[in-house]
């Protein structure tokens, strides 16, 4: 069976094996030819039951699936009825297949008739289709896959894909091996993954991208880098270059805070090669400026002529898996369905297609305003589907808040416990990866078929049913009369073409006839897919025809930064964003045990002189302060900062550790065009924390450790691992938890360390390891003992020392795939192998996703530096 991968924006194709439903890449599709990364290989293990939400519920208590979708039908009308369709809204996500999305923006846009559908894709691509909206006329990104291959110059900026899109850098790295000459430009305020391949780093001032490019504009102007043949296809361009003319290179030099010879590097290398294909993602979109950095981005693309031909254009990665479907069916606040805008000849010829009177006229609430909205009571109710706001929208406390205080807040949910599901009146558990059935849209415009394969657990329905069936409810049964989600697609591709005639880019018209069978069976397509490329199109604007009424593509006067800057009370400024084994926030990449060895708990990267400034050390703990809030997690130290920079990754959340949920620090500052927020540029200041005691803490249940400074779970087979800091004596906090009378105890104190075995009955309960610093134990050694039968007094006597007594610890690990750990690398290094490839061959890390391989690099780079 064939199906399609549900992280990133890639779209790996995947194939499972109908014996033992393991997971392959699928060597057929043109996103992956069967390459998958960690995350991606690892989804056979999200399977089953565990952490799943199994049956709906209704203010805490089980009904069925009958009563739960009754109660959200009518106390929804009852709320319309009181205060106007306005009062209510969807909160939807790039996680939702277009199936699902489409019935969610026709029952609120078109039935309930209020505009009040965002979703998380305002916090990821907002900003893009804006960019594409002003440039093109339409949201159409040009490029696709194989342009990686074809380029001459790739630029990376903001985004590192070697870690967000590891599929798709996978097939930079190989055409870089094969075409040496290819040049790789990265722009990114940090040395991240993705500089192992660079030629040219730039390490810009953060928020400063615009002026960058605005410079190269100009520069094009001035070294003769304009195709004059593309100036017919162009509007705005005198208007454009004036406006940019300041920026020359000490201008740009610097507000970039960048040298001048690097600056150069990049801007000739642009000019003069004639394929350059530019890769952008958060670093450009969730910004402050976040719609005029795209723009700054499609102008030197437009005016150099490099767009519409292999190897060439502006190529916005897609964060979600399905991100790019829901801008198809308007899944955002201020957009219809198929590309189409509010114009009353818009929204006439909708309600024409939808057959409704009720078609919304003017967009509704974003989802900053609209979680205000909830704040101040005009929103009285929420449905929240396929997404965790609590945790992932900035001023998350405030949202958080909100959320606790209206008055009916519905969760579609795959998972038992999130930091939203909290505050959820109704809980309607959705269908998961391997049970749903539909269509996803990757970043190149490819739509692929997610297949079930396996029965949906307990109550579980697909999350178009779920509002098809209160749609029925509420009275509007016969626009939502689908008995199965290849009618939803045929009616939204059929209004894909509706009066187009090439007016609207979005345009699958060629799929409206697909029988069930055709639909089960569909490859991977891009789009546009009609009448007059029925196979699809690989690539946009080849003949230089633009969306704007007069054909022409439309330069942006775009280049003036808005800097933040750290002040006297919040000096450093904080980076947000991802790691390579982890997504978002973790309800379901946190269960896989390897996927948790790369990174097990929150941290803090720190410039190696600021963490000296304050005292901190690698591994110490420290609180992260905003004006807003306040985080706690482990420094790491990292070269590849900037001074005054410091990066905490977006994932962690209150289940799994004390307060490491980074946006209860980020201010709501938006893009005021895209409503995206600036998520990566926040004043923050360090308070280190010092606690008296450190420890880790083994036992079956979840528990949630309190009275303590910190602490961070790991779900382990069978077990759940916690390492805990706190104040006073160890021992006196453990004795205060539940259920410690009714184990018999083991212990051994040796100096202030203590290590204590709780065992029921000869069955290992708990293990328990404190000192004044954080003990060192072998992790999986002890996790081990929670799945085996009671073993020998020795053995007994070696889990109290945490460690076997024969044989190395491997370390953290490294290579998720083969779970190899740094330990064991370092000793093969020692012993002489040179190269990630002798790494590979002695121990079999980075041989398989290859996502490790940088981190192997650098292990060897540090080695020979050490020598
Ligand atoms: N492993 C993993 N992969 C994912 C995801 C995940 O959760 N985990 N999520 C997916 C989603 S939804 C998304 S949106 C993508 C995001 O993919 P990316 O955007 O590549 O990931 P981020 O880590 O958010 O941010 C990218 C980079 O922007 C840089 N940056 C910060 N400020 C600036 C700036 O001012 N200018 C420039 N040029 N760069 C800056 C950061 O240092 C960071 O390295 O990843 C997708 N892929
Ligand atoms: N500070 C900071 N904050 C950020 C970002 C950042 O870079 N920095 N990035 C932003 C970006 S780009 C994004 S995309 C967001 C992502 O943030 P979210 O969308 O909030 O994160 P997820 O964890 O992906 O949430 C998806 C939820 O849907 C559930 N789910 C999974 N599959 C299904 C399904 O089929 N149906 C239903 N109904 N539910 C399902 C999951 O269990 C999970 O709870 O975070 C944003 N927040
Ligand atoms: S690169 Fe993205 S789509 Fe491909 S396997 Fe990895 S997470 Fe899935
Ligand atoms: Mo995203």
């Known amino acids: ?307 519409g031909r292999p190897g060439c254009g502006p190529f916005s990665l897609t964060g979600q898996p399905n991100a790019m479907g829901g801008r198809e069916v308007g899944g955002l606040a201020n957009q219809l369905a198929a590309h189409m805008g509010f114009s009353p000849q818009e929204v006439d010829r909708l309600g024409r297609f939808w057959h409704s009177d009720r078609v919304a006229h003017q967009p509704g609430l974003m989802a900053v305003d609209l979680f205000r909205a909830i704040e101040r009571g005009e929103v009285k109710a929420v449905w929240i589907m396929g997404t965790n706001p609590a945790v992932s929208m900035p001023e998350g406390n405030r949202v958080a808040e909100a959320l606790r205080r209206c008055p009916l807040v519905i969760v579609s949910e795959v998972s038992a416990v999130t930091d939203t599901s909290a505050f959820a009146d109704v809980l309607l558990p959705a269908q998961a990866w391997g049970e749903k059935n539909g269509t996803v849209t990757n970043s190149e415009r490819r739509i692929s078929r997610q297949r079930g394969f396996v029965a949906p657990v307990g109550e579980a329905k697909p999350d178009w049913w779920l509002l098809a069936q209160v749609a029925q409810r509420l009275g509007y049964g016969a626009a939502f009369d689908w008995q199965h989600p290849h009618e939803v697609f045929v009616e939204h591709a059929a209004l894909s073409g509706f009066e187009n005639a090439g007016s609207r880019a979005f345009d699958i018209s060629a799929l409206a006839t697909l029988s069930r069978e055709q639909y089960d069976q569909l490859t991977p397509v891009q789009w546009p897919v009609n009448a007059a490329a029925p196979h699809g199109s690989s690539r946009l604007f080849a003949t230089r025809h633009f969306y704007h009424p007069d054909g022409k593509a439309r330069l942006l006067p775009v ?172 021992a006196a906090w453990l004795h205060q938890q539940p259920g410690m009378d009714e184990l018999e105890w083991q212990q051994a104190h040796a100096g202030q360390q203590r290590h204590m075995l709780g065992w029921r009955d000869g069955v290992l309960e708990r293990a328990f390891y404190a000192a004044p610093w954080l003990p060192e134990i072998d992790h999986a050694f002890v996790a081990q003992a929670f799945s085996l039968p009671p073993g020998s007094a020795q053995q007994r006597h070696a889990l109290l020392g945490g460690r076997p007594e024969q044989g190395e610890s491997q370390g953290r690990t490294l290579c998720s795939c083969f779970g190899v750990g740094e330990l064991a690398i370092r000793r093969a290094i020692d012993q002489g192998c040179q190269t990630a490839a002798a790494l590979g061959a002695a121990l079999k890390c980075g041989t398989n996703c290859g996502s490790c391989i940088p981190e192997l690099k650098q292990l060897i780079a540090a080695h020979t530096v050490a020598q």
């Open 559 to 730: 280049g003036i930064p808005i800097l933040s800057s750290p002040t006297r009370h919040y000096p450093l400024l904080m980076n947000t964003g991802r790691i390579r084994d982890q997504w978002h926030t973790m309800t379901r990449t946190g269960n896989v045990t390897r996927l948790m060895q790369h990174y097990d708990e929150p941290f803090v990267l720190l410039h190696p002189h600021d963490a000296a400034a304050h005292g901190l050390g690698q591994g110490d703990l420290t609180r992260v302060q905003s004006t807003l809030g306040w985080w706690c997690g482990r420094v790491m130290i990292d070269h590849g900062l900037t001074r005054g920079q410091l990066f905490i990754p977006m994932h962690w959340t209150r289940q799994f550790s004390a307060q490491a949920n980074v946006d209860g620090l980020v201010a709501a500052r938006s893009c005021p065009v895209s409503g995206q927020p600036a998520l990566k540029q926040t004043a923050v200041r360090l308070q280190p924390l010092r606690p008296q005691w450190q420890g880790w803490l083994w036992q079956r249940a979840r528990c949630d450790p309190q009275q303590l400074d910190y602490w961070s779970r790991v779900p382990q087979s069978g077990v759940q691992r916690y390492v805990l800091a706190g104040q006073g004596d160890p």
């Open 1 to 307: 069976m064939k199906t399609t991968c549900p992280y990133c924006g890639v779209g790996c194709g995947v194939e499972i094996d109908a014996a033992d439903r393991s997971v392959s890449g699928d060597r057929q599709h043109p996103a992956n030819f069967g390459r998958l990364c960690v995350k991606g290989s690892a989804l056979g293990e999200t399977l089953g039951q565990e952490g799943r939400l199994l049956w709906p519920q209704v203010r805490g208590q089980r009904v069925s699936i009958d009563r739960a979708l009754d109660v959200v039908a009518s106390e929804l009308q009852t709320i319309i009825a009181q205060h106007g369709p306005q009062a209510v809204a969807f909160y939807a996500s790039g996680q939702l297949l277009t199936e699902d999305y489409y019935v969610a923006n026709k029952l609120m846009k078109g039935f309930i008739g209020a505009a009040n559908i965002d979703t998380n894709s305002r916090l990821c691509m907002a900003s893009a289709v804006v960019g594409y909206k002003r440039a093109f006329g339409a949201d159409a990104v040009p490029c696709c896959y194989e342009d990686l291959e074809q380029a001459d110059v790739v630029v990376l900026v903001g985004s590192n894909a070697a870690w967000a899109h590891p599929v798709a850098w996978q097939r930079l790295v190989q055409a870089k091996q094969q075409r040496p000459e290819m040049k790789l430009v990265v722009i990114d305020p940090r040395r991240t993954a993705s500089c192992e391949l660079a030629d040219v780093h730039l390490a810009l001032r953060p928020g400063s991208d615009g002026a960058l490019f605005a410079g190269l504009l100009n520069w094009l102007a001035i070294q003769g880098g304009i195709d004059q043949t593309m100036l017919p296809h162009l509007a705005n361009v005198d208007s454009t270059l004036a406006a940019c003319a300041d920026w020359d290179l000490a201008a740009v030099a610097h507000t970039c805070q960048l040298a001048d010879a690097d600056i150069l590097a990049f801007w000739q290398l642009f000019t003069t090669q004639p394929r350059v294909l530019t890769l952008w993602c958060m670093g450009i979109n969730q910004s402050q400026t976040g719609s005029d950095n795209n723009n700054a981005i499609l102008n030197v693309h437009l005016l150099s002529g490099k767009i």
